[in-house]
């Protein structure tokens, strides 16, 4: 089963268990799917979907911090009950141990020798990492490693 039909079956179980906030988030992920599918006349796959839920993750937590520093403590309240749904569909985060064997072996695997070779070892790690670590953090593991 892929992860769309999987969001697909999750929202109708949601709607005859009368799970309206799990339903609303379930709506707003499928139809950001449906959208960049038709933006880009493409058909998403696992990968695409889990890079599309992490970018909202994301979203959510920016959001979520704003409100908390505006004082609205209740939008921040619904943002971050947007990210606990989201991020069941998300795979386990790596540890900070499994992401530095990843680094290594993608350096090695790349040949990589210095900081202008970056762009060959974050190729290599963006596709085994999506959902599963901060972007921001591979990149700077990758710069302690190169550097």
Do not use: F, H
Not at 1 to 17: F, G, P, V, Y
Not at 76 to 87: I, N, T
Not at 113 to 142: E, N
Request: proline fraction near 1%; aromatic fraction near 2%.
């Amino acid at each position: 089963m892929t992860l769309k039909e999987q969001l697909s079956d999750d929202m109708k179980s949601a709607l005859r268990a009368k799970d309206r906030e799990r339903l609303a988030v379930l709506r707003m992920l499928l139809s950001a799917v449906r959208q960049r599918e038709i933006d880009e006349r493409i058909e998403l796959d696992d990968a695409g979907v889990l890079a599309l839920i992490d970018k909202m993750v994301k979203q959510r937590r920016d959001a979520e911090t704003q409100y908390r520093d505006a004082g609205r403590g209740e939008l921040a309240d619904a943002e971050a009950a947007e990210v606990v749904v989201l991020e069941t569909y998300l795979p386990d985060a790596l540890s900070d141990q499994e992401l530095a064997d990843m680094v290594a072996a993608a350096v090695t695997q790349s040949g990589a020798q210095s900081m202008q070779d970056m762009g060959k070892v974050m190729g290599i790690l963006k596709p085994q990492v999506q959902g599963r670590a901060d972007m921001g953090a591979v990149s700077a593991a990758v710069k302690n490693r190169l550097g």
